[in-house]
């Protein structure tokens, strides 16, 4: 169980140009879902915090203009990555909790994204 | 504020055992989670500790001291998949369930 799903797992895209991640919960129901980036050799960094049927909550730091996040139902969340220059090329990755399951996050695979 | 220290590298032998200690310091302690990472990779599960004490499962242990602010992960018979990056990371809660996780452990297993 609480298996967490990740769309696409590569993206190569030019600059200037957006990009969509989705996120999915594939065997249960996440009120919240979490956005991290991770850049190589570094540590997972929060980005947002996602909750169905309301604005997402953003870490210090992030531009909310620029990683759009829509959390429509209780298994999906996007990340839009809008105007994507090279800088935002990183491995991002979700996670969602399951309800029955406490706080344990469960992650998708990642999306790298590489912005030329 | 939060602050999470790990080693950064270890290295072990195969069929050898290995403990990687981790430090936290947050505003804010629902509970330690650790989680794996291989290579590009995402993270797995692997324990979550709310009270003090040992969680044994399987081959991997882990430990907190909330007192102290101190846990460790101890592996055993280590495997060459056992290569990987462990991260120690602190649930927050605060509603929304935040995790804010450390740099991880570089361990390599080998031969």
């Known amino acids: 169980g609480a298996v967490v799903s990740q769309h696409p797992s590569w993206v190569i895209c030019k600059s200037g140009t957006s990009v969509k991640i989705e996120c999915r919960s594939l065997?249960?129901?996440?009120?919240?879902m979490f956005w991290y980036r991770q850049f190589p050799k570094q540590s997972l960094m929060l980005m947002a915090t996602?909750?169905?049927?309301?604005?997402?909550?953003?870490e210090q730091g992030v531009e909310k203009d620029k990683f759009l996040i829509n959390h429509a139902s209780l298994t999906l969340s996007t990340l839009t990555v809008t105007s994507a220059h090279p800088e935002d090329s990183s491995f991002y990755i979700c996670?969602?909790?399951?309800?029955?399951?406490?706080?344990?996050?469960?992650f998708g695979p990642g999306t790298r994204l590489l912005v030329l | 504020g939060q602050n999470i220290d790990q080693p950064t590298e270890m290295t072990a032998t195969e069929g050898a055992i290995v403990q990687i200690n981790c430090t936290y310091q947050?505003?804010?302690?629902?509970?330690l989670f650790w989680y794996q990472q291989h290579a590009g990779e995402a993270p797995t599960f692997l324990s979550y500790?709310?009270?003090?004490g040992l969680e044994e499962k399987g081959r991997f242990s882990s430990f907190l001291s909330r007192s102290k602010g101190y846990s460790y992960l101890l592996l055993k018979e280590l495997q060459m998949k056992d290569s990987a990056s462990y991260l120690c990371?602190?649930?927050?809660?605060?509603?929304?369930?935040?995790?804010?996780f450390g740099t991880g452990t570089k361990l390599q297993v080998i031969p």
């Open positions: 996670s969602a909790t399951d309800p029955g399951g406490g706080e344990t996050q469960y």
């Open positions: 065997d249960f129901q996440a009120t919240t």
């Open positions: 996602s909750n169905e049927g309301s604005k997402a909550t953003y």
């Open positions: 947050t505003s804010g302690f629902n509970g």
């Open positions: 500790n709310v009270l003090d």
């Open positions: 990371a602190v649930g927050r809660g605060g509603g929304y369930q935040k995790v804010t």
